[in-house]
């Protein structure tokens, strides 16, 4: 942060400015109106523009149409299955140049020092990370999370300057039937940003849900829902990650004038996404093609969600903001020749300059060995309740079907796409092993396994053999997670996460090479969807409709337990 | 404030609601779409919309559009002559259920304990008052006023929960300087709302001012100056005043683009003005009557102010935020029927059942006793300055005239319009007493005085008859301050403020009436100004240009200097 008086010196001209821009245009988007002449720079602070400046240091982006940073209003980094620092170099080139993360998915294997290993990345990163304080870990008390956090850790937490407020309170039935412990979260953030989770919620349950003071949301995958949630008060974050694709669905809702009330966030999004279609870029310039107004998708982008989270030091090229700056070559297609992130100019030399911190949660893989027989369910009737996938989405179909009952077992059926879905619990604390039945996989051999599994992480396993199930769940604990494909008794593909079975040490680039062998690993196993892995981890997740599967069982998510 | 539990049970219907308003249509703000249903409100919260509920107590709305209520980002409310209880009893009925008010006039009389009276009041009022901390006081060095604030005493007032943050910087040159003193208080409160005031203020001056932090501003008076300071990120306050008027000026700018980032203000604004024409109501009137859409029109009034100051608990009739609502019958001519304020329904009763606190600043005016002398002139050559009155506008001319000396004084010439300004010292400090020119009263007989006089609140008294202009100065500090015409030796009209010399203790019809008296006996000595003590109240004020007069001389607000 750079002195007050210095600031208001090279503002006005008084002394030379540390980074001039020269040679662009400002697309202001407050009035929609375009502005020539420099852009002055001090520290991490715009204090000039539309005049001449002299500066120390002077970038030209002649030519370029220069708009403020874009602000992804909700993620998880873990998704990007790199560590904040990757993902820093992977998406702030794109513009990208706030994160609102939420670090639960590291918070749910190994509690509140994931959250600090978060808030101590952010303050190295180019890009500026705000790390929200996870309400919700475990998500639910339907399953067993490597950790617990209570009111009073995130006291503990709330001090550090990455904070906003509260991260997705993802337990909305504990909100709307006032449960005490979540009670207690929002009390400690009364005052404070109180960001939502809710899907499907509407009527009287939505006015209960924003009555507790919760001011944005990204679970809308209607425009009708979108706009229920938009009138009751909640700013609408337009969410397109790589399972759940809602931008089609909601952008007819972003127009001139909810657009100052409308964000974009990517919630969960892997590298191979970011690598083949980009990421709050290619979400404005999807936007556009689809016929929303560039001013609407760039409000969206930026100066909307810097509202919404009451960031008032960004949103717009104007003096006295952060100097967040992205400079488009092509506004329609949101082409980004140039990145200025909190006044630096983005490129290799600036990320090899950063400082670092040591990856935390190593070794946190702790499964039971499995063996085929693990996976044998032992049902005591043929009618069984089956998850249905839904591409593209995290909510699912609450399916019934009859499996024959085979030696005891109700086997997976290849020819009827249902395979067998297991859950097991990897944090060392009971070892707990849950069976069930899936459809949409298109899985014909093998199995895949994963430690990304929301939000708890334990293993999740979807295969139609047995042995090759056991094989890629044990090889899980062996390479501290990740990603494994399994036939015939071989490993086919596979991606070590050894950051709390999350994260990569690897470079993005190297990751994405590895998820694309994976891709190709599980096509060769009849695998139909686009985005196995990412479908898989959300198939655990039960604060989603309508059907999920968890370490103690198969949940009902609309009655909000465990199903016999 | 109602237990959020309470809030949460009301709102999903689980409890039965304090009050419904049955009957009417919520107009959404956010989304421009309609939405019957009850709304629902617990405490001084709505709970709920769109639905049906039960309620303890029922309002019908049958037929009413419902918005949310207005929020007046920037006044005086010591401008209104009556204090803080009148103000709401006048204001809140015409919609205005919040007041985001700078206590700056009684603070440059008393210092600290005025703003004080200003927090304490609101704890008590309908309409939730804000009191912002006044950053000029004085406004500069270049004038007498009753007290001095500084950072450390603005430091003590920082906790009261009616702040937001820093009241309007108006010694721009002061921040453009890097004055340490401002300086200190623009440190004092990094990261709060810091309001803003630097009329006429542009290019490399305005990006310095901005790059301070400043992120409001009311000044504007051409659409140009405003469209300027929307794009270096202040948002911009339209004001319609009893004197300053810019409305019809800036309203070309309000479009549905800019409405999100563009408010109402009405700075100082009387009640005889309150009376004949209203308040916001007034001003969303006329902006639709010019043209505006009604949409940009009542955002301006009321969500994209709560959002330019950071309130996120109100400007939409949503759960979770304030029961702040005006129920209209017409919507183009903003016509009021109902007002529910903090979820109270605003009529006599409700005011009556407020608490109250003690009238502070009594005695106030401690002048020295004047005689005619005291008004002349001792010119050393017939050439001198003249302030040259613009109707309806606080900034004035610079003009230059020839006066012939006469007996060594150059006297008023009524047939020039040339009359007497002198500024007397009130406050017992020194009894400095300066004299000059000012053109544009009309007036042809006697004096008028006042103890308004922005913002140091000395004496202002302007005639063409050195006796009536004792008369009527003196006359001020029998009544405790206010305002006094006089001519031939006698008083004609007069209204006293005993509050510090700037409210009456009467209730505000009476104001009203007495404020009629006044102008007629003005107009009566050829005054052709509307409003001629408030046109007066501001010509010494040395923050506005061009040409202004304190009680140490006349001020070159350009060179920001007393002039010889």
Not at 391 to 398: C, L, N
Request: aromatic share 4%; proline share 5%; glycine share 10%.
């Amino acid at each position: 942060m750079s002195d007050l008086e210095t600031r208001i010196a090279q503002g006005r001209g008084d002394a030379t400015a540390e980074l001039v821009l020269r040679g662009g245009t400002v697309w202001d988007l407050v009035t929609d109106t375009m502005i020539t002449g420099d852009v002055a720079i001090c520290g991490d602070t715009i204090v000039g523009i539309g005049a001449d400046y002299a500066g120390h240091a002077v970038v030209d982006v002649t030519g370029l149409t220069l708009v403020p940073g874009f602000i992804d209003t909700h993620l998880h980094i873990e998704s990007s299955l790199v560590t904040p620092f990757e993902f820093d170099r992977c998406v702030t080139p794109l513009g990208v140049t706030t994160a609102i993360c939420d670090p639960h998915e590291i918070a749910n294997v190994i509690g509140i020092e994931g959250i600090r290993y978060f808030q101590q990345a952010s303050e190295h990163t180019l890009m500026d990370i705000r790390v929200q304080l996870s309400s919700c870990v475990p998500s639910t008390e339907m399953e067993t999370a490597g950790a617990r956090i209570d009111a009073e850790d995130l006291a503990a937490l709330m001090k550090h300057p990455s904070g906003i407020g509260l991260a997705e309170f993802m337990n909305y039935p504990g909100v709307i039937h006032r449960d005490p412990g979540a009670m207690a979260k929002l009390r400690l953030f009364d005052g404070r940003h109180i960001d939502g989770h809710c899907p499907q919620l509407s009527g009287r349950d939505l006015n209960a849900y924003a009555a507790a003071g919760i001011r944005t949301e990204h679970e809308a995958t209607t425009a009708d829902e979108a706009l229920e949630k938009l009138q009751k008060g909640m700013r609408v974050l337009i969410r397109e990650g790589s399972v759940s694709k809602d931008l089609h669905a909601l952008q007819p809702l972003l127009t001139d004038v909810t657009a100052p009330y409308m964000c974009l966030c990517t919630d969960d999004r892997n590298p191979l996404d970011i690598g083949e279609e980009g990421h709050l870029n290619f979400m404005i310039a999807e936007l556009i093609r689809l016929g929303t107004s560039p001013l609407a998708a760039y409000r969206a982008a930026s100066l909307s969600g810097a509202e919404a989270f009451g960031l008032k030091d960004r949103g717009q090229i104007a003096p006295g903001r952060r100097a967040d700056i992205v400079a488009l070559s092509d506004v329609a297609s949101c082409r980004v020749a140039k990145v200025i992130a909190g006044g630096v100019v983005v490129d290799e030399a600036a990320f090899a300059s950063r400082g670092g911190v040591a990856p935390v949660a190593r070794r946190s893989v702790r499964a039971p060995h499995l063996t085929a027989r693990d996976f044998r369910t032992t049902p005591n009737r043929e009618e069984t309740d089956v998850i249905g996938i839904l591409e593209g989405k995290i909510i699912t179909e609450h399916l019934h079907e009859t499996v024959p009952i085979v030696d005891g077992d109700t086997p997976p059926d290849p020819a009827r796409d249902l395979a067998r879905i297991a859950v097991v619990e990897r944090h060392g604390k009971n070892g707990n092993i849950a069976n069930g039945f899936v459809r949409g996989f298109g899985l014909k051999a093998g199995a895949i396994a994963s430690t990304v599994c929301h939000d708890h992480h334990n293993i999740a396993c979807v295969g139609v053999d047995y042995a090759d199930m056991a094989l890629a769940a044990n090889r899980l604990a062996q390479i501290e997670g990740g990603f494994v494909v399994a036939q015939d008794g071989k490993v086919l593909a596979e991606l070590s996460l050894p950051v709390a079975g999350l994260m990569s040490l690897a470079p993005f680039e190297q990751v994405r090479a590895d998820l694309e062998c994976l891709r190709s690993a599980a096509t060769s196993l009849g695998v139909t969807l686009r985005e196995p892995f990412l479908q898989l981890a959300f198939l655990a997740l039960p604060v989603i409709p309508a059907l999920k599967i968890t370490d103690r069982g198969m949940v009902d998510v609309r009655r909000f337990e465990l199903i016999g």
